[in-house]
């Protein structure tokens, strides 16, 4: 990605700091995963957003003065020969100024000395407290140096803002550089799953549909995925957050597969859900429809103006209709909607956290999660859902995010109902709000009854 864009992204940042204020922003850190090796990289996503760099344990610091100038500082791991013949080529102090368009670059062993001096007269830093419990104690160890040097004429900030409140608003609206990159890595998703389609057979094992997957997206630029894949037959489709991916594909049973690539630090997010023998029982195809009913529902909604609240009231009302027809569900739907209503509202003033149970809000045996997320840099990305407690978020053009309602009759459930045990069935597309309503940046995947029996049918071109 062109520098340019990060400068542009650090100007609109700097808009809306205050004059004579400070922003530090750390980069993530490697992280052991057993004895000396380490989990693969990935970079801080507020991090990489305003810098481009992709190198762990630097810091950035954006100052805007009080005449408005904005200063923007690296601190980065030193050039060594020695380590780069290891683990790589580092920007260094030199390629921070050249390459990513610091207007000062320090080694990071300068930190505890030049930050400080940053700090000094400022009347804030935006700073996100709670996130890295490491850089939150070296923050608050540079401020207390400061006030320490009160009586030689020095002041340390007044405020500690969470630059967050700024920052992941920009992030929400993505710009069309974001989307043609979010554009690539949903291409490559939608390839994956089809191929996943042609290649599934009775008597596979998960984990080779795990690997056809892995081969389409580093065959076609994702350098990973944007999460652990889910790929979950039969009864394990039931398990929302399943991936483990290690059981055999029976005959009847059916096949969800939850996974996106990632496409320059940004995700893609579908599931699918298929017959491992190619076609749906009559079961499976009613419950099946139920859901893509749903999610057509909740498409049709997302529209600027309308609210995250309305498209997933819109899943949930034909979910809620289909279930009472089932006889699964009683009451009606506007008798379940005003008691999911009411529910929240007492959750809200007692400040209740954590999933509605079953117990209080019966369909959510069946619809245990909410119609989606926000989509972006990270696969849950950032952005608030509620303006405040009574006011949800409108959507807005360039807003994206997922639709996945689902359906699961988990066999755990004293109350599961026998003729439905171990149907797990979701439906994921990601969409785009537009100027005049929406558009499904995933469509091609194939999602009905039909496109899916047909596909099934083709051969793959990948041995598995």
Known sequence: ???????????????RMEPGSVALFPASREKIRNHDVHYPFRQNSDFYYLTGLDEPESIAALIKEASGELRYILFVRPRDILDEIWTGVRAGVEGAREWLGATEAFELSEANKEIPALLEDRLAVYYALGFDDTFDRRVIGWLRSVRAAMRGGVNPPEQV???????????????????????????????????????????????????????????????RNGYNHIVAGGKNACILHYDRNNQPLHDGDLLLIDSGAEYGHYSADIT?????????????KRIYEIVYGAQQAAIEACKPGNTFEQVQHAARDHLVAALIELGLLEGTVESIAQQEKE??????????????????????????HNIGHWLGMDVHDVGRYKLDPERSQPLEPGMCLTIEPGLYFYEGYENCPKEWANIGIRIEDDILITE???ENLTAGTPHTVEEIEAIIQEPSSIPL
Do not use: W
């Not at 990605?1 to 808009?15: G, S, V």
């Not at 699918?272 to 499976?284: E, I, L, W």
């Not at 529910?343 to 245990?368: A, C, N, S, V, W």
């Open 343 to 368: 529910l929240l509202e007492t959750r809200r003033k007692e400040r209740t956290r954590g999933p509605i149970k079953p117990e209080d809000l019966p369909y959510k045996q069946f619809y245990p």
């Open 1 to 15: 990605m062109e520098m340019q864009l990060f400068a542009e992204r650090r100007a609109r940042f700097a808009e």
């Open 272 to 284: 699918s859900t298929f017959p491992v023998n190619g076609r749906f029982s009559d079961k499976q």
């Open 161 to 223: 803002r969470d630059p967050r409140a700024i920052l992941h608003e920009l992030r929400l609206r993505k710009t069309p550089a974001e989307l043609e990159l979010l554009r690539k890595a949903c291409a490559i998703s939608r390839e994956a799953h089809r191929e996943a389609m042609k290649a599934v057979q009775p008597g596979m094992n998960e984990f080779q549909i795990q690997a056809l997957l892995d081969f389409i997206y580093r065959r076609n630029g994702s350098e």
């Open 436 to 438: 005049s309503g929406h």
